[in-house]
């Protein structure tokens, strides 16, 4: 039975790549920083009924010493690095924390794995946010890093090691670019999901309005069921490369609240307002992925329509808040 480790696996990201790897039949450890209780931290694998079967084990990503042990005891075959600091926004007002986890958090899984797990197969989830503003139309994996946060200069930094233990050490070490994925187990701090969240609250009388940034701004969004079946295809290739996950096709903010009102029937334009106070100080303008690679090396492609994830995420939170109303 192959065995996979998973940082961040209580995130969107993590209990979905649980659940696949489960499917595979694998043996599946996630790696938990204990700051509350086990049934707490692990609702999202709960919600996708793998509670129970992921394996949950301590330790920290500023903690050498625990990933080293960990990596001793597990002996996994496979480990994905999913953990980070991920809030774009909150970088600005904790880039100390923002580079210890996301940065430097990566370097020490990558000199774990150098030391106690060396022929271990890695994935390092990076983020599109590396390129900022690339003026580019498209990015791909040959595009230049510009970031405009301190998340996404923490990302690049992550990025870039993992280029250099694959290179300097053999390591089997893959970075994933993953463009903007949500689901409904995307947490509400995250704009697709304020956005379906407020919307549904709204056609509820739970709310009379949705305030917002920049409307302007366009994504590139897919569906994170689809990306995690990216990062689990780049560790079966013969060979570690960097791949761009995206679908394509960039909307945007406006559009998206335009799809969500929509499918309650309301017309989003009397309810969203422009607060600037969720204006980011540095902000791209448009994230558009090429993922050229990823279709022909790996054979993956989007299967979700973006219409179909902002619906699926809609009912969701509309079954959330009638549950939680009674």
Known sequence: ?????????????????AALLLEKGYEVFGLMHRHGSEEAVADRLRQLGCTGQVKLVDGNLIDLSSLIRLLQEVQPDEVYNLAAQSFVRM??????????????GTANMLEAVRIAAPRVRYFQASSS??????????????????????????????????????????????????????????????????????????????????????????????????????????????????????TGRATSIRDICRIAFSHLGLDFEAHV???????????????????????????WQPEITLEQMVGEMVEADLARWRRRNG
């Open 1 to 17: 039975m192959t065995r996979a480790l998973i940082t961040g696996v209580t995130g969107q990201d993590g209990a979905y790549l």
């Open 91 to 104: 970088s600005w007002n904790q880039p100390l924390l923002t580079t210890q986890v996301t940065a430097i």
């Open 129 to 246: 946010e590396m390129f900022g503003r690339t003026g580019d139309r498209h990015q791909n994996e040959q595009t230049a890093f510009h970031p405009s946060s301190p998340y996404a200069s923490a990302k690049v930094f992550a990025h870039c090691l993992t280029v250099n233990y694959r290179e300097s050490f053999g390591l089997f070490a893959c970075n994933g670019i993953m463009f903007n994925h949500d689901s409904p187990l995307r947490g509400i701090d995250f704009v697709m999901r304020k956005i379906t969240d407020g919307a549904v609250r709204i056609k509820l009388g739970l709310a009379q309005e949705l305030a917002m940034g920049n409307l302007d701004a366009r994504r590139d969004f897919g569906h994170a069921r689809d990306y995690v079946r990216a990062m689990w295809l780049m560790l079966q290739q013969p060979q570690p490369d960097d791949y761009v996950v995206a």
């Open 273 to 299: 307002r422009v607060d600037p106070a969720f204006l980011r100080p540095v902000d791209v303008d448009v994230t558009l992925g090429d993922a050229s690679r990823a279709r022909e090396r790996l054979g």
